[in-house]
């Protein structure tokens, strides 16, 4: 019998808590880089969604000037927030537009993001009166 035996009262169980460390060591890494993966990609789709709000509004704002000249003003302000027009379309003076962006995903590559946007004039209905 070997003296660690002797000394500790039973079999020596030496280096399982190195073990035991690493492996939660390992366990905290997975999550935290899951966490910034899915926080990276959540971040790239609300950045796709204000261009595509943004790109709506260009266009809303410029649709009496004809749908070509909306839709190139759109594509310009998509272009500055990080994205691309992949549709726009112009129903009376309502633009509706569609944004594709990318999002850098370790690990993935790059992911492809997708926003959709509607913007056109605010509807102000008369208020119903009502006799007391």
Same mark, same amino acid.
């Not at 000394?7 to 935290?32: E, K, Y």
């Given at each position: ?7 500790? +009262? ?6 399982? *808590? ?7 060591? #390992? ?5 935290? &880089?899951?966490?910034?993966?899915? +926080? +990276? @990609?959540?971040?790239?789709? /609300?950045? !796709? /969604? !204000? ?8 266009? !809303? #704002? /410029? ?6 000249? =909306? ?15 992949? +549709?726009? @379309?112009?129903?009376?003076?309502? &633009?509706?537009? $569609?944004?594709?962006?990318? =999002? /850098?995903?370790?690990?993935? *590559? $790059? ?5 959709? &946007?509607?913007?056109?004039? &605010?509807? @102000?209905?008369?208020?119903? %009166? $009502?006799? %007391?």
């Amino acid at each position: 019998m070997t003296w660690r035996r002797r000394l500790a +009262g039973g079999p020596a169980d030496r280096g399982s *808590g190195t073990i035991w460390v690493v492996a939660l060591m #390992s366990l905290v890494w997975l999550t935290a &880089a899951v966490a910034m993966t899915v +926080g +990276g @990609v959540r971040a790239a789709r /609300h950045r !796709a /969604h !204000a261009a595509a709000d943004l790109a709506a509004l260009a266009a !809303a #704002s /410029h649709a009496l000037d004809g749908p070509a000249l =909306a839709c190139d003003v759109a594509e310009s302000v998509a272009r500055a927030a990080g994205g691309h027009v992949t +549709g726009c @379309v112009l129903r009376g003076r309502v &633009a509706d537009v $569609t944004i594709s962006a990318s =999002a /850098h995903v370790p690990g993935f *590559g $790059t992911l492809p993001v997708t926003a959709r &946007a509607r913007a056109g004039p &605010a509807i @102000v209905r008369p208020r119903k %009166e $009502t006799s %007391e």
